[in-house]
């Protein structure tokens, strides 16, 4: 079981990023992926998450209407699945590491504890 997150880099206030993860070794049609970061200094928050049929999406405060969770999921035959962030009018304060995990349950949820499988992170630095 592998989750890859990718895309962070460094941006400028007003920029947009699309933040890939690619969760490999599983059925993750059938799961539900989640989206948190973590600032220096500060707790891991959440940010996105979608559910496995990618009919529902729950959104922090923060991000509702910057952001957008969305994802592609391969064919059964296939072993990768991907689920993206696009970040859009991106500030300092959305500066941190970005971790993808992924939910067994299916369903679109905020709460950390949920989440069964976790990727390493991908650092988003908003800065001019």
């Known amino acids: 079981v592998q989750l890859q997150a990718s895309g962070g880099g460094l941006v400028q206030p007003g920029g947009s990023l699309r933040l890939s993860c690619a969760a490999s070794?599983?059925?993750?049609?059938?799961?539900?992926m989640g989206w948190f970061r973590q600032a220096l200094g500060k707790d891991r928050e959440f940010a996105a998450s979608?559910?496995?049929?990618?009919?529902?999406?729950?959104?922090?405060?923060?991000a509702k209407g910057r952001f957008t969770v969305s994802r592609d999921d391969a064919k059964d035959t296939d072993v990768v699945y991907m689920v993206y962030l696009q970040m859009n009018d991106l500030t300092p304060e959305d500066t941190a590491v970005y971790y993808c995990?992924?939910?067994?349950?299916?369903?679109?949820?905020?709460?950390?504890?949920?989440?069964?499988?976790w990727g390493q992170g991908t650092l988003v630095t908003v800065s001019s």
């Open positions: 979608i559910s496995w049929s990618g009919g529902s999406t729950i959104y922090a405060d923060s």
């Open positions: 995990a992924a939910d067994r349950l299916g369903m679109a949820t905020p709460r950390p504890d949920d989440y069964d499988f």
């Open positions: 070794g599983r059925r993750f049609s059938m799961y539900s």
